[in-house]
């Protein structure tokens, strides 16, 4: 083999190992099937500071009903950010009881706030337009929810 096929097989080689670690790696939060009305959600939990932060950046695609749940210690008052996310999400703040106060559209790699309009627990994120397609709406209740 010639150096340049050799080292082009490498380099193919460590990419795809960073690949599948990006992947692993994104895939390794605990999992918890949620529901909204009679629709189920896939959802990864996010309950550490360090996976909130992480959240949904550098993901290239997400399934039909998957989202990400983000858990917060107790009642806050929460803004969201697209930075590094290249997927349009929309996000739903719920509140302590698993009430929906509002929704949110969001545009990939913005740095733009989106916020809830009162203290929540918990954030949903779905591919944009989930919630709209299914008729999920404010005041409705999200099930399933991690304590």
Not at 63 to 70: I, L, R, S, W
Not at 74 to 81: L, T, Y
């Amino acid at each position: 083999m010639k150096r340049s096929s050799v080292h082009s097989a490498l380099v193919a080689c460590c990419l795809a190992a960073a690949a599948g670690s990006l992947q692993a790696q994104q895939s390794r939060l605990p999992v918890v099937t949620l529901t909204a009305g009679m629709n189920l959600i896939r959802a990864e939990v996010a309950a550490r500071d360090a996976d909130r932060q992480q959240g949904l950046m550098y993901r290239e695609k997400m399934g039909a009903n998957e989202g990400m749940v983000f858990v917060f210690d107790g009642p806050a008052q929460v803004c969201m950010w697209m930075k590094n996310t290249l997927i349009p999400l929309s996000v739903a703040f719920i509140d302590e009881r698993g009430t929906i106060v509002n929704i949110e559209d969001m545009q990939p790699q913005t740095t733009d706030s989106h916020c809830a309009r009162k203290p929540i627990r918990y954030a949903l994120e779905m591919n944009q337009g989930w919630f709209r397609q299914k008729n999920i709406k404010p005041g409705m209740a999200i099930g399933g929810l991690p304590q």
